[in-house]
């Protein structure tokens, strides 16, 4: 094999080949990817000076590996796959928190959760809590720079008739207030109709990810006057387990929700398979593709940057390997995801970056690109990448810090402090250990007293979390 550094032999080996599956060696994962190189910064003579249009596209609860081009063995996504080939494919990238609403609250404000009363439910499933309207977001920092701004899918930041995307900045919404909801009679956890056109119902009974596919198309296939930001988040591949054939088994469901079933029934714990999984998961590969087709057709292409994640990690039936954990702990199975951005005016296609990066970091990048500002008032807790991306920086030296009742966490580097759900301090090698099994806590306690101290610095201005 030929010499290699450290950090990228971890990031072949634990984070994220594109053959990674069990048995296959470092030089094996190498060789399967000749044409993806490390990422470097185009020159500036390369690069377009406008401001860019902004596509942010999340999967719900999609884990690190269940993308073929991070290692799934029985996925095909060839259209995420094509969109990591045609830019940037991050291997160390995360969610800022391992639920869906907290996420969605870092990436929203460029902020910790825990800084706002409304992020401190993980995730929402009442009426009591949301984004406060009066709080910036990325959609209203925007439109003050002149974007149009638009959300499709997913909000999750709170309910009507106090919480709603409309009021924190998006021109347009179109999609669903709550975490769940049964994907054909769009019955969610609260047991009513969630499927809404600004704040006003809208009458849809299709599979909800067609719907939302749709409205994309239809969004980004417009003559734009101005520059633009969406919002595109869907639901797959989170539970229900259903695809487009399986109305009969979403109307039983939706017949439990009826009946009080609520978020119990939308958990289908009686249902669902890898199989099923694997069907939603190139669905909504599927349907991304569409949205980039129409993107390109609309002659739009080389000037929106387009961002893909997910919003946490994986579920029941997601592909992880090597990770270990999945959705709502802060193992890496919970909180690192799959991570992909393309820009063809101001970025260059195949590479691969390792470097750490997360949420709110996103949220400061796009603000910078835009020309837009923070607001002083709100100060951001995400560093932007922009000087990374376009410039030739290095990534800002800084912590990655996570808190979520009965975890917490914080990386510096390779190294990560984990303590559990049993109050138990752990000290990780991630470059040499992503799967998180080689606990160093004994070894090196100097080290972990030290990003213990600094998780406790951070966790110190945040709010606390209500009695429960």
Known sequence: MPEISRRVFGGLVGGGAVTAVAGASAASAAAATPAERPFQARTAAGRSHRRPNILFILGDDLGWADLSSYGAPHIRTPNLDRLAAQGVRFTDAYSG?????????????GRFPGRTAGGLAEPIGDRAHGLEPGHPTLASLLKQAGYATALIGKWHCGFLPDYSPTRSGWDEFFGNFGGALEYFSKLGQLGDYDLYEGDAQYKDLRYYTTVLTERAVEYVSRDHGTPWLLNLNFTTPHWPWLTEDDAETGAGIAAKIRAGGGVSALLHNDGGS?????EMVENLDASVGKVLTALRRAGQEDDTLVVFASDNGGERFSYQW???????????GGIRVPTVLRWPAAVDARQVSHEPVYSPDWTATLLELAGARADPAYPLDGQSLAGYLLRGEDVP???LFWRVRGNRALRRGDWKYYQDADGKDHLYDLAADAREQADLAADRPELL??????????????LPYPAS
């Open 97 to 109: 928190s391992a639920t869906c609403s907290p996420t969605r609250f870092s990436l929203y404000t």
């Open 274 to 278: 890898v199989a099923k999984y694997r």
């Open 322 to 332: 090597p990770l270990s954990g999945a959705k709502s702990e802060l193992l890496e």
């Open 397 to 399: 030296e800084r912590d």
């Open 449 to 462: 007293a030290g990003l213990k101290a600094a998780w406790e610095e951070v966790n110190g201005t945040l």
